[in-house]
Structure formats: structure tokens, C-alpha cells
């Protein structure tokens, strides 16, 4: 890692391209994901999701087939958003990609691990098809809260060609 808290390096975002540190179940779930974004650009699945009066994509009803095809992972991960409600396992997946913006996400991660999986949950993957550091920002100091009790999140920035970790555990560590 860098020196500074403060800094990026290339190396620090090649580190966590590389995804030495990423469960498989986290890399096949953003596979999933990625196979779900490209299908929004090749319109494979507009037929079965599109407002025959509008002709407009259905975003939720989209959502709700990518949350289907990756249930199994919640036999090692509570999956958010999730209509079963979540058994409070160690690790949880946040999925912000398509309808659910980047605030809605962080703020499902900060609910989750700071509230209905308190003191169980202790790594966060946050999957995300943006990133904006205006809706990331207000969210430093839960993020810095919840690191301070021993949960490392991390987030990871996925798009139809490729991922990588925004390494944003090196702005939620305490200068040493």
C-alpha cells in the first residue's frame, strides 16, 4: 500500500485488480453481474422484460432475475437486497447495480453490518456497476465506525468488460 492514506498508487489499484484477496463466490457473483450488464447493452433480455406500451426496459423486473441467478451464493453470504431476509452470516454481498444507486447501497451496508447483523458480519463486498464520490463521501465516517469494530468492507466497481476494488479500506484506516 501506499505510504499515505490519502494516496492511491497504481500499484495499490493493480493489487486489487488482481484479485488475489476475492473469494470465488464473490468472483463468479460479479461474472453474474457483468453477464447482466452486457445483457442490458445487447437488449437480450428486453423481450421478456419490456413495457410492451412503452417499449422501455423494466429495470426492477431485470434485477429481480440477476438477484434469482445468484441465490446460491447465500450459503456463504447474506445477499442484500434480499425479500428472505438475511441469516446474519459473516459475510454479506450488497448489490447496487441497476435501480439501486450507490447511496441506497452504502446505505443498505451501513444498516446491515451496523444494525440487523451487528457484532456477527465482519467482511462486506459491496458490488456496484458506479461509483460516485459525492454519494460515497457522507458515508466515510460509518464506514471508518464500522472498521473500528472489526468489519473490513470492500467495494467493488464492476462493468461488463471488467472489475476491480476501489481500495477504499486504505481512507478508512486510522493514520498509523
Not at 2 to 8: E, H, I, L
Not at 61 to 90: R, T, V
Not at 111 to 128: E, N, P, Q, T
Not at 162 to 172: A, H, K, L, Q
Request: proline share 5%; with cysteine.
Amino acid at each position: 500500500m501506499s505510504d499515505s492514506k490519502d494516496q492511491w498508487m497504481v500499484g495499490d489499484l493493480l493489487d486489487a485488480m488482481s484479485g488475489s484477496h476475492t473469494p470465488n463466490y464473490v468472483t463468479m457473483v460479479i461474472q453474474e453481474v457483468q453477464s447482466w450488464l452486457a445483457s442490458a447493452i445487447t437488449e437480450e433480455y428486453r423481450v421478456d422484460t419490456a413495457d410492451a406500451a412503452s417499449d422501455e426496459r423494466n429495470i426492477s423486473a431485470d434485477l429481480e432475475y440477476l438477484l434469482s441467478q445468484i441465490e446460491w451464493a447465500a450459503a456463504y453470504a447474506d445477499i442484500l437486497p434480499s425479500l428472505k431476509g438475511a441469516p446474519k452470516q459473516e459475510e454479506a454481498i450488497i448489490m447496487s447495480v441497476g435501480p439501486i444507486i450507490l447511496d441506497e447501497g452504502l446505505r443498505m451496508l451501513v444498516d446491515h453490518v451496523g444494525l440487523f447483523a451487528r457484532d456477527v458480519c465482519r467482511r462486506v463486498w459491496m458490488i456496484s456497476d458506479s461509483w460516485v464520490i459525492g454519494d460515497a463521501i457522507p458515508y466515510v465516517p460509518h464506514l471508518k465506525a464500522l472498521r473500528e469494530q472489526g468489519v473490513k468492507t470492500h467495494f467493488m466497481l464492476v462493468t461488463p468488460w471488467n472489475y476491480f476494488e476501489i481500495p477504499w479500506n486504505s481512507v478508512t484506516e486510522d493514520a498509523k
